[in-house]
C-alpha cells in the first residue's frame, strides 16, 4: 500500500476526518526557547570572563567560539532527532499499512472508536468508519494522524530544515551579548552587554507568555531574573578564578 498523502475525500467521512486532524504546533515555542539557549549561554560565557577581567580581544574571541561551538551542537541534535524520528515514523507507517492491508476488520473496529471518542454518535461513527475504510490512502491518513499521531506530510519534519533554523536561532540569541564588545570597550561595554541582554531576556519572558498561560510581564520579569542570576553566578565564578 502506498504511503503517498490521501485525496481529499467528500461526505460524511470527510467531515469526520476534518474533524480528527484539526492541527496543533509548536513552532513558536521551539523558536523562543532556541533563542533563549543561545541568550543565556553566551550571556554567561561573556560575564565570567569579564569577571575574571579578560581582554575585549579575548571575550570576543571566546564568544565566537562559544557560538559556533552551541549553534553546531543545536544543529547537528536537531538534525539527529529529526532524522531518527522520521525514520522510526515511517516504519510506524509501514507497520500500520501492512495491518490495514491483512486486518481490515480489526483495523475499522479502532476507527470507529478512535471516531466516536471526538463525539460522534455511535451509529455515524460506523458509517463514517465504512467510508474511510473504502478508500486505503485515507484510511492510512486517518490511522496516522489518530492512533499514532503522526503527520503523513511531514512524518517527522525535514532534518535539514531543522538543522538550519537551529543554528540560525542558537545563533541569533548567542550573539546579543557580544555586539557591544564589537563596537567599543571597557565598562561601557561590559553595561552594554548586560543591559542588551536583560532586554532580550526579556523579550524571550514575553514571548514564552504566548503558550505557558502567564502574564507577559510576569514571564518577562521572571526570564529576567533567572538569566541574571545565572550571569552573575559564572561572573562571580570568573572573578574567582581570575585571581588565583
Not at 89 to 94: D, E, P, Q, S
Not at 131 to 152: H, K, S
Request: aromatic share 6%; glycine share 12%.
Amino acid at each position: 500500500m502506498p504511503l503517498t498523502s490521501a485525496p481529499t475525500p467528500t461526505g460524511f467521512g470527510s467531515r469526520v476526518r476534518r474533524l480528527l486532524h484539526r492541527p496543533s504546533g509548536n513552532a513558536l515555542r521551539a523558536a523562543v526557547l532556541g533563542v533563549n539557549d543561545g541568550l543565556v549561554s553566551s550571556f554567561c560565557l561573556v560575564m565570567g570572563l569579564e569577571g575574571a577581567a579578560a581582554s575585549r580581544e579575548a571575550v570576543i574571541l571566546a564568544g565566537l567560539a562559544g557560538l559556533a561551538a552551541g549553534a553546531s551542537s543545536m544543529a547537528l541534535g536537531e538534525w539527529l532527532s529529526v532524522t531518527n524520528s522520521r525514520e522510526m515514523n515511517n516504519k510506524r507507517l509501514r507497520d500500520m499499512a501492512h495491518e490495514l492491508a491483512h486486518d481490515a476488520a480489526r483495523a475499522r473496529q479502532r476507527l470507529v472508536t478512535v471516531i466516536e471518542g471526538k463525539g460522534v454518535l455511535p451509529a455515524d461513527a460506523e458509517r463514517a468508519a465504512d467510508e474511510i475504510m473504502r478508500n486505503p490512502r485515507a484510511a492510512l491518513d486517518t490511522f496516522a494522524r489518530e492512533v499514532l499521531g503522526i503527520n503523513p506530510q511531514e512524518r517527522g519534519g525535514n532534518p535539514v530544515q531543522a538543522a538550519v533554523i537551529s543554528f540560525v536561532l542558537y545563533s541569533s540569541g548567542a550573539l546579543v551579548p557580544l555586539l557591544p564588545f564589537l563596537v567599543t570597550a571597557g565598562p561601557s561595554a561590559q553595561l552594554g552587554s548586560i543591559l542588551a541582554c536583560l532586554a532580550g531576556l526579556g523579550l524571550v519572558g514575553w514571548g514564552t507568555s504566548s503558550f505557558n498561560g502567564r502574564p507577559g510581564w510576569f514571564s518577562a520579569l521572571r526570564q529576567v531574573l533567572i538569566g541574571g542570576m545565572a550571569a552573575a553566578f559564572t561572573y562571580g565564578l570568573g572573578t574567582v578564578f581570575g585571581s588565583l
